[in-house]
């Protein structure tokens, strides 16, 4: 059994963190105040100092020993997740082996951190001159993460950080803080220096706290108004944002229509429907649409949903009662404008039946913005400009997923998306640790995924000799 975790990071208040299951006690936290940031903040400062000149292959064997004790610690950890946000233990597991592979793949990421070499004499009567490109440390890294993904999003940040370099002051979710308060546990124990990754706790006070302190670039992830408080805060800081999306996946005549019910349910039901990227509108081309739905309701039906520590459970529950209760309002009032349930629509407090209603009208409350609850709303469409200009006219631009084997079909929903990724034959929330990974518009500022955010966390220098 996992033991009730304490953290103690301060002499501020404490903060009790329960499993939104049953409300037991996981663990507890011991909030920074704005003073200890900063201080924690100025440690970094002197260790990101003393670790610029680290080699890459130093840095790829620091990576690789904190990936070996996540795969020591690996159940421990699990249980962690699943008790302190909600996801079933399954999930939990798959998150655990996840972020071994994003630190891995970080380290491999540091030894090809390569510059280039550039002849300035490229126009008439240009200077014989070459000059060398190289990239280093921007500094300490501010990381602010999400309660969805506790572990793996926090190691999407200190990967690529510590590869380039960098020294980390990460603040995790106030409603998942214990898998962070874990990682940086095994960080020391793998050997890191004590003050290159430090984690301070506690809510929005801590987060505007960090930004407003001594770092070189904050990474956040989160939702968009909360990014663009913290946007604001930070001043001339370097951003990097992954704010959330309204992400569709459209369903054409040709496709393979059962492994496209099991991924929108796969996309849409992983944590309760908690994922910035899931299947949050299921665009049906109306030649199929009868059939599609029949599929989806028994699928939906077979899902077991309920005790996230249960081995055989499906889908736990979301991260609280007020994000049910958020979750229901949204779909009552989108039955009262005309939309049809079609299967579940009921909580039992954090517990949300898995959901499916059609006939969404497309600016419904359940579609209207960001849903974080498993809840498939269905849109018909029989021209594809008309369902892609719809997408389009969206505040979020993250993924989108097509199912059709059109050639043509596939390069014009490629082409003509504006979103930061669009998944073929595959859900939008599909995800490899080194691809880059955001959005356009409201959805964010900049890419994740190790190869590409190693770049985002350096500073390009120039010598011209």
Not at 62 to 84: F, G, K, T, V, W
Not at 382 to 387: L, N, Q, V
Not at 449 to 465: C, Q, T
Request: proline share 5%.
């Amino acid at each position: 059994m996992m033991q009730t975790q304490r953290v103690t990071v301060s002499a501020h208040k404490a903060a009790v963190v329960r499993n939104p299951f049953d409300g037991s006690l996981v663990g507890e936290v011991v909030e920074a105040a704005p003073a200890e940031v900063s201080a924690a903040v100025l440690r970094a400062r002197g260790a990101a100092h003393d670790f610029r000149h680290s080699t890459p292959a130093e840095r790829r064997a620091m990576l690789n020993a904190l990936a070996a004790e996540i795969a020591s610690d690996a159940e421990n950890l699990a249980r962690i997740i699943s008790s302190e946000m909600g996801k079933t233990i399954r999930e939990a597991r798959n998150e655990v082996r996840r972020a071994q592979n994003t630190l891995k793949l970080s380290g491999d990421a540091a030894t090809f951190l390569d510059g280039e070499v550039l002849n300035c004499a490229i126009v008439e009567g240009g200077a014989r001159r070459q000059a060398m490109v190289t990239y280093e440390p921007v500094g300490v890294i501010g990381a602010i993460t999400p309660f969805n993904y506790p572990l793996n999003l926090l190691c999407h940040k200190l990967g690529p950080a510590i590869a380039a370099g960098n020294a980390v002051v990460a603040k995790p979710s106030p409603k998942a803080p214990l898998a962070a308060a874990r990682l940086r546990e095994l960080a020391l124990k793998a050997g890191w220096p004590d003050h290159l990754f430090q984690i301070v706790q506690g809510g929005a006070e801590a987060a505007l706290a960090l930004v407003s302190a001594q770092i070189d670039l904050l990474s956040f992830t989160g939702g968009p108004a909360a990014g663009l408080a913290l946007k604001n805060a930070s001043g001339l800081v370097r951003c990097l944002m992954e704010l959330g999306g309204n992400d569709p996946l459209f369903v054409l005549p040709d496709a393979d229509l059962d492994k496209a019910v099991a991924t929108a349910i796969g996309h849409r039901f992983e944590i309760a429907g908690q994922s910035c990227a899931a299947v949050k509108k299921l665009y049906l081309h109306r030649d199929i649409e009868k059939t599609f739905t029949e599929k989806l309701l028994a699928a939906v039906d077979a899902v077991e949903f309920g005790d996230p520590s249960r081995d055989d459970t499906d889908m736990g529950t979301v991260i609280d009662l007020a994000a049910a209760q958020t979750v229901a309002k949204r779909v009552e009032a989108t039955l009262a404008s005309g939309a049809r349930l079609l299967h579940g629509g009921t909580h039992d407090g954090t517990l949300f039946a898995p959901t499916v209603i059609s006939d969404v009208a497309p600016h419904a409350p359940v579609i209207a913005d960001e849903t974080f609850g498993p809840i498939i709303a269905i849109r018909s469409f029989t021209d594809a400009g008309e369902a892609i200009a719809e997408v389009n006219a969206g505040a979020y631009g993250l993924q989108a997923g097509v199912f059709t084997n059109d050639h043509a079909l596939i390069k014009r929903f490629s082409r003509d998306l504006i979103v930061g990724g669009v998944m073929i034959n595959e859900g939008p929330d599909f995800r490899a640790e080194h691809v880059p990974f955001g959005g356009v518009k409201r959805s964010g500022l900049g890419r994740e995924g190790v190869r590409i955010a190693l770049r985002e966390m350096s500073e390009p220098k120039v010598v011209i000799d």
